[in-house]
């Protein structure tokens, strides 16, 4: 019995477009819950310490400012490790092994640009670990020290993020809608939970975190503006 060409390349591996070349290919080892399971592990681990070295440092820290620190902390792992990982091994995820490699192919499930090359996927999570990363760390410090630059730093770092997740959204959604390419497997959880949801964090974050930052500075403008008045009357 002849097997179809597209039959064969869609049971090579389980991405879409079906038949998309994944040279050296090598399917993982662990499930997508167990994946899940290892990343939020990872992520409540990096909270709870982060958490912890900020009580010490600062017990005195307002909740909503300590929320938010714990956010760029948890920013700057993500950005400079796991996704300068696939930044630095972008010619050869599809055939990574280590635990990272294994999750960026589970959530290669949903946009297997991640495992092609794409040149948009790859610049942009270079330029993401290279600047938002180290600098989600400087943020985290200067909002526990209450440094005058934090307002300033937090705006731009939130509008990289927030910049960078809508063209990374519209450059697939033009791929789908013009060229009828789709890179996610057609289950609704890949496209929900991970294209939609995994992303969806540094779309409605950062586009909070920037009002506040734009009214934080307004206010201090409009008080140097006021004592300038003030000053310029005596």
Same mark, same amino acid.
């Given at each position: 019995m002849t097997v179809a060409p @597209? +039959?064969? /390349? @869609?049971?090579? !591996?389980?991405?879409?477009?079906?038949?998309? %070349?994944?040279?050296? *290919? +090598?399917?993982?080892e662990f499930n997508g819950p167990q994946l899940v399971g290892v990343f939020a592990t990872g992520a409540s681990v990096i909270l709870g310490a982060a958490f912890l070295i900020i009580n010490r440092v &600062?017990? =005195?820290?307002?909740? =909503?400012e300590t929320l938010t620190a714990l956010w760029f902390v948890l920013c700057g792992f993500i950005h400079?490790?796991? @996704?300068? *990982?696939f930044?630095?091994? *972008? !010619?050869? /995820?599809?055939? &990574?092994m280590d635990i990272f490699g294994q999750l960026w192919? @589970?959530?290669?499930?949903?946009?297997? &640009?991640?495992? =092609?090359?794409?040149?948009?996927v790859v610049t942009m999570e270079a330029v993401t670990a290279l600047f938002w990363? %180290?600098?989600s760390f400087l943020c985290a410090g200067f909002i526990v020290t209450s440094h005058p630059m934090r307002y300033p730093l937090q705006l731009i770092i939130s509008l990289g993020q927030? *910049?960078?997740d809508v063209l990374y959204y519209a450059t697939c959604t033009f791929t789908a809608m013009v060229d009828k390419i789709h890179f996610c497997r057609p289950e609704d959880f890949y496209y929900w939970a991970y294209y939609v949801l995994c992303n969806a964090f540094w779309i409605v974050i950062?586009? /909070?975190l920037m009002i506040s930052s734009v009214k934080h500075t307004g206010r201090a403008f409009a008080q140097v503006q006021k004592a300038e008045k003030a000053n310029k009357g005596k």
């Open positions: @597209e +039959i064969a /390349m @869609e049971a090579a !591996h389980p991405y879409f477009p079906l038949g998309v %070349p994944l040279p050296a *290919y +090598i399917a993982n &600062r017990p =005195t820290l307002a909740k =909503t400079f490790f796991f @996704e300068g *990982y930044a630095y091994n *972008y !010619h050869q /995820m599809p055939s &990574r192919k @589970e959530y290669a499930l949903s946009d297997s &640009r991640y495992l =092609t090359q794409d040149s948009f990363g %180290p600098l927030f *910049y960078g950062p586009g /909070m």
